[in-house]
């Protein structure tokens, strides 16, 4: 959520800075809302002052007459009378206000370029495109011939968008999980496995709700019309709720996170060759990191989690680049965004792996997550997230680029002590 006084200080330049993104917003209705908030608290605090004292005076009675009291009693019936309309006008304001505010995005840093997608730089690569002596087949036929996935009975089982790792191809598919977390832990990140039923509060903090609801799967609303459980579309919406409404003190700083979890998203593969397989689904598995530090210490934790998930992909022997992403390209929580991207052979085309993410005190301001400097005031944290990798475009991107004439496949050498084979062969069918 923006800082309320950023906007009151400047909103010319929030609102340049949201158009970045192509967001239009003019934010005259907020102001007249927060004006008038703001003279109802200064007038609610002077009445009750003012009923604290004639309450006073009655009691003492002060050595003053009948009158005079009764007077003071009046006036403190009446100055209870306007705390309770002033009371009921604010109730009104704020939840104008606080929608008003927690349905905008975050502001981008100054040196995110602006633009959609197109507008996206190339900030580094590593290594360059295969170039095959043969014809290369796609991760879909290979994971076929090499008995790794079961489309078909994914689909029996769950629906378009579902499939079934079997054999070797579940083993290669748990070998990268433990590959992450390895890694993850040699590096002091604590492992955390989060509950995949989320409140809904959870997903509010993480910025979730209430803008972005229809993108995950909401449980059936309980009895009372009430919803209150999703599915996590990522556990970084969970790690983002460890500490809502809390003061951590700042010696406990910086606080790093790692989780295991299925992820489940609405969004839906399709027949077009840039969703298939498991290009795109409703399911798919994802090691998240995650960092809660002080505001000084946020870039540098930016990053280091991009050096980290580079180093993740390196490891695997994969052809890939490093993006910053454009500001309408950006997700509406974060301030910053870096991709890593593997190439994937039979689309000419780089595709994401690993999201990097600074949210600044976005998350923090919804979440309520502060810290306790050694001098001075609280304030809010910065928090930090990146992909550790997410696996469904990473077994494609193997699959085509380490794929040989024979139609074999060669598996990396950091995966290898888990699959117990230094290549894949094609099965008998």
């Given at each position: 959520?923006?800082?309320?006084?950023?906007?009151?200080?400047?909103?010319?330049?929030?609102?340049?800075?949201?158009?970045r993104?192509?967001?239009?917003?003019s934010f005259?209705?907020?102001?007249?809302?927060?004006?008038?908030a703001?003279?109802?608290?200064?007038?609610?605090?002077?009445?009750?002052?003012?009923?604290?004292?004639?309450?006073?005076?009655?009691?003492?009675?002060?050595?003053?007459?009948?009158?005079?009291?009764?007077?003071?009693?009046?006036?403190?019936?009446?100055?209870?009378?306007?705390?309770?309309?002033?009371?009921?006008?604010?109730?009104?304001?704020?939840?104008?206000?606080?929608?008003f505010?927690?349905?905008?995005?975050?502001?981008?840093?100054?040196?995110?370029p602006?633009?959609?997608?197109?507008?996206?730089?190339?900030?580094?690569?590593?290594?360059?495109?295969?170039q095959?002596?043969?014809?290369?087949?796609?991760?879909?036929?290979?994971?076929?011939?090499l008995?790794?996935?079961?489309?078909?009975?994914?689909a029996?089982l769950?629906?378009?968008?579902f499939?079934?790792?079997?054999?070797?191809?579940?083993q290669?598919?748990?070998?990268?999980?433990?590959y992450?977390?390895?890694?993850?832990?040699?590096?002091?990140?604590?492992?955390?496995?989060?509950?995949?039923?989320?409140?809904?509060?959870?997903?509010?903090?993480?910025?979730?709700?209430p803008?972005?609801?229809?993108?995950?799967?909401?449980?059936?609303?309980?009895?009372?019309?009430?919803r209150?459980?999703f599915?996590?579309?990522?556990?970084?919406?969970?790690?983002?709720?460890?500490?809502?409404?809390?003061?951590?003190?700042?010696?406990?700083?910086?606080?790093?996170?790692?989780?295991?979890?299925?992820?489940?998203?609405?969004?839906?593969?399709?027949?077009?060759?840039t969703?298939?397989?498991?290009?795109?689904?409703?399911?798919?598995?994802k090691?998240?990191?995650?960092?809660?530090?002080?505001?000084?210490?946020s870039?540098?934790?930016?990053?280091?989690l991009?050096?980290?998930?580079?180093?993740l992909?390196?490891?695997?022997?994969?052809?890939?680049?490093?993006?910053?992403?454009?500001?309408?390209?950006?997700?509406?929580?974060?301030?910053?965004?870096?991709?890593?991207?593997?190439?994937?052979?039979?689309?000419?085309?780089?595709?994401?792996?690993?999201?990097?993410?600074?949210?600044?005190?976005?998350?923090?301001?919804?979440?309520?997550?502060?810290?306790?400097?050694?001098?001075?005031?609280?304030?809010?944290?910065?928090?930090?997230n990146?992909?550790?990798?997410?696996?469904?475009?990473?077994?494609?991107?193997?699959?085509?680029?380490?794929?040989?004439?024979?139609g074999s496949?060669?598996?990396?050498?950091?995966?290898?002590?888990?699959?117990?084979?230094?290549?894949?062969?094609?099965?008998?069918?």
């Amino acid at each position: 959520m923006l800082d309320l006084n950023l906007i009151r200080a400047d909103p010319g330049r929030v609102s340049r800075a949201l158009e970045r993104r192509g967001v239009d917003v003019s934010f005259d209705e907020l102001l007249e809302l927060d004006t008038e908030a703001r003279r109802l608290r200064v007038r609610t605090d002077a009445a009750r002052a003012e009923r604290k004292a004639s309450s006073a005076r009655v009691g003492r009675r002060d050595g003053g007459d009948d009158a005079s009291v009764e007077e003071a009693r009046q006036r403190s019936i009446e100055l209870g009378k306007e705390l309770d309309e002033l009371d009921g006008r604010l109730k009104a304001l704020e939840p104008r206000i606080q929608h008003f505010l927690e349905v905008l995005p975050n502001v981008v840093d100054d040196d995110v370029p602006t633009g959609g997608k197109e507008s996206n730089v190339e900030l580094r690569r590593s290594g360059a495109p295969q170039q095959f002596d043969f014809a290369p087949r796609d991760h879909v036929e290979l994971a076929g011939s090499l008995g790794l996935i079961d489309y078909e009975r994914g689909a029996k089982l769950a629906g378009s968008g579902f499939w079934v790792y079997t054999g070797v191809g579940a083993q290669l598919e748990w070998a990268l999980l433990n590959y992450f977390i390895d890694s993850h832990l040699r590096d002091d990140y604590t492992f955390t496995l989060v509950p995949h039923l989320l409140r809904e509060e959870t997903g509010y903090a993480a910025g979730q709700f209430p803008k972005f609801a229809d993108d995950v799967f909401l449980l059936e609303p309980d009895s009372d019309g009430a919803r209150d459980r999703f599915l996590l579309p990522t556990s970084e919406t969970a790690l983002v709720g460890l500490h809502t409404n809390e003061t951590l003190e700042e010696a406990a700083l910086p606080k790093k996170y790692f989780s295991y979890t299925p992820c489940y998203r609405r969004e839906i593969g399709s027949y077009r060759s840039t969703d298939r397989g498991t290009l795109r689904g409703h399911q798919f598995n994802k090691v998240e990191m995650f960092q809660i530090v002080r505001p000084e210490d946020s870039d540098a934790a930016h990053e280091e989690l991009i050096d980290k998930a580079e180093r993740l992909v390196a490891g695997l022997g994969l052809h890939y680049r490093v993006a910053l992403l454009a500001a309408g390209d950006t997700s509406a929580s974060m301030a910053k965004t870096c991709d890593i991207e593997v190439w994937l052979p039979s689309l000419d085309s780089y595709l994401e792996v690993s999201s990097v993410s600074n949210a600044r005190d976005f998350q923090a301001r919804r979440g309520k997550i502060r810290f306790k400097p050694k001098h001075g005031k609280s304030s809010f944290v910065h928090t930090l997230n990146g992909s550790g990798l997410a696996t469904s475009r990473l077994l494609p991107a193997i699959l085509e680029q380490q794929q040989q004439a024979d139609g074999s496949v060669v598996v990396p050498e950091v995966l290898q002590q888990w699959v117990g084979s230094a290549r894949l062969h094609p099965t008998a069918r």
